[in-house]
Structures are given as structure tokens and as C-alpha cells.
């Protein structure tokens, strides 16, 4: 089952990376944007019978960095035949 | 001091911290690849070097966090053994919970690779006995993750206990309170983003980081 992480820095946590990304979309002339903020995400594909808990405890130990990162689990529905 | 260097892959900074606590310690230090589960018995000192541990992958120091040596040096941490990780060590020991905060990308998202000024803040620990309080020191760092970080809670408290033992005297990279090395709540675990090890005799262009490994010497036996 694919299973998405998606792993954010924390609000008030400096992102020079988004900021860099910030200069370079105006530089190239682009308009309006008010604020960049880059993360990551990270797709698992998992047994069906692993379950939200046990993702959560991967994010926590290891996919994210819960002292400058905040991480949200997104889980794909089940397909009719791979449910 | 019987002493120990952990060797991940992707390290390069082992074999010159090797060389000085070697030239220091009179002593050969045991080198210790990532994936032993135990480390060898008695030892006085464990070195995490610097480098590039399995390639920054996930987050510097993230997956070298994870290995099985990992899991002895917190234990060996646990039961008073001094830990000295520098640069990617630093990165290595906040990510395994031995030391707070985190390692940010530079502020200027430059690698910065140049001799820095350091102060020292704290010389009442193991690691800095052999400076003066407030004394400059120049040291070296060469990194792209040395930005420390963490919530102003931590800050107060690291700077209330006296655990910062390193700061940088100018801007760095972007680091709270321009920290550059702070130790553990039971003072034998020190991290710094500096390079001591590279500055430890005239050809060096300064020596000033040898003091930190006799000092260990003194302190540790």
C-alpha cells in the first residue's frame, strides 16, 4: 500500500533553502509569491497490514526530525483489487 | 586513555583524529566500524569523527544515528565514557538524542570551510580544562550543516548550566546564540562543528585545538 510522509520544517524554523528557491523565482521574474518553505516527501510502499501507529513511530525515529520537523502521513485508499 | 574512533562510511576525518589523540595519548586508538553492535572494554574516550556519514543521506548524521555502534556509544555515554564528536560527529550525536537541538543548513546555504575565532565559554569541563574562560581560540570548520538549533527553552537552559562550550566570535553560519560546541547534561559528551584535530601543530597554522585533547588527557587519565 503506498503510504506518502510528507516532512515539513517546523513553523518559525529558518529555511534557507526555501528562501534561496524564494530569490531565484523572482529573479526570474515571477510575481506574488509571498513565502517558500521546501520539504520533503518520502512514498513507502507498505504491507497491507502495516498500520498508522507503526508509520508514525518510522516518522518519529527516523524519517523526521521532530526537534526542527513536523511530518503528516498520507495514506493511499486501497484499490479495488489490492484492498 | 584508551580510546576508540567510530568509522562510518563515508567518514574522512578518522584517521586525523587518530593521528592526534595518538601523538597526545602515546596510545593507538582502536578503530571502530559502524556496524560492530559492542565496543571494545575499557575505554576512556570515544571519538565520532568528521565526514560525511552515509552520504548526508535523509539528514546529516541521520542514518549514522541508526547504526548498530550508535546504540553502544549512547550506552558507553550512559555510563560516563567522555564522547567527542565533531563536525559530522556533532550532527551524529544530536541526532541520537545524546546531545539537544539540531544541525541546520548554513544560514547563507554556503559550505563554510575557513579558520574561524572561537570563544570559550565553559572551561570547567573535561574537553576545554586546558583554555581560559573567555579565551580566543582559532580552530578550523569545513561544513554545510553547522547551523545549531533549538528551542529558546534549551538555549536558556544549555547557557544557565554552562554547557556551552564553544561559540563563535563573529558569524558563522547562522547558528542560535552563535553556538559551536555544547556538551551533554553530564558534561562527558562534548559536540563542536570545529575541527580541533586539524589544528594541532605550527604546520597546521596554529595548534590551538591540541589543548582540547591533553586537557583530555589530564582530565580522563
Redesign the interface.
Known amino acids: 500500500m503506498k503510504t506518502r510522509v510528507y516532512v515539513t520544517l517546523k513553523k518559525g524554523v529558518l529555511d534557507p533553502q526555501g528562501k534561496a528557491i524564494h530569490h531565484a523565482l523572482e529573479g526570474l521574474g515571477f510575481a506574488g509569491v509571498n513565502e517558500v518553505r521546501a520539504g520533503k516527501l518520502i512514498e513507502l510502499d507498505l504491507d497491507p497490514g502495516v498500520g498508522e501507529a507503526e508509520v508514525e513511530a518510522m516518522c518519529r525515529k527516523l524519517l523526521a526530525n521532530i526537534v526542527i520537523e513536523n511530518f503528516r502521513i498520507e495514506r493511499e485508499a486501497p484499490t479495488e483489487e489490492g484492498a | 586513555m584508551k580510546s576508540a574512533v567510530i568509522v562510518f562510511p563515508g567518514s574522512n576525518c578518522d584517521r586525523d583524529m587518530a593521528v592526534v589523540l595518538e601523538q597526545v595519548s602515546g596510545r593507538k586508538p582502536l578503530m571502530v566500524w559502524h556496524r560492530e553492535a559492542e565496543l571494545p572494554d575499557s575505554l576512556d574516550l570515544v571519538a565520532v569523527p568528521g565526514g560525511f556519514s552515509y552520504g548526508d543521506y535523509?539528514?546529516s548524521g541521520?542514518m549514522a544515528a541508526?547504526s548498530p555502534v550508535m546504540r553502544a556509544v549512547v550506552e558507553a555515554a550512559g555510563r560516563g565514557v567522555s564522547i567527542l564528536g565533531v563536525c559530522n560527529g556533532f550532527q551524529i550525536l544530536?541526532?541520537a538524542g545524546l546531545l539537544?537541538?539540531?544541525l541546520?543548513?548554513?544560514?547563507?546555504?554556503h559550505f563554510v570551510c575557513r579558520d574561524v575565532p572561537l570563544r570559550v565559554e565553559n572551561s570547567q569541563t573535561a574537553f576545554t580544562c586546558r583554555y581560559d574562560a573567555g579565551e580566543e581560540i582559532l580552530i578550523p570548520v569545513a561544513h554545510h550543516d553547522g547551523?545549531y538549533?533549538?528551542?529558546p527553552d534549551t538555549l536558556d537552559r544549555l547557557e544557565g548550566e554552562g554547557r556551552i562550550a564553544f561559540r563563535y566570535a563573529g558569524a558563522c553560519n547562522?547558528s542560535a546564540r552563535d553556538i559551536a560546541g555544547i556538551v551533554g547534561e553530564a558534561g562527558n559528551v562534548l559536540g563542536m562543528m570545529p575541527h580541533p584535530e586539524r589544528m594541532v601543530e605550527p604546520a597546521h597554522g596554529g595548534a590551538d585545538g591540541r589543548r582540547l585533547f591533553e586537557g583530555l588527557l589530564e582530565a580522563i587519565g
Not at chain 2, 104 to 109: H, K, T, V
Request: charged share 25%.
Open positions: 535523509l539528514r541521520a541508526r544530536t541526532e539537544p537541538g539540531a541546520m543548513r548554513n544560514a547563507g546555504l547551523n538549533q533549538a528551542d547562522g
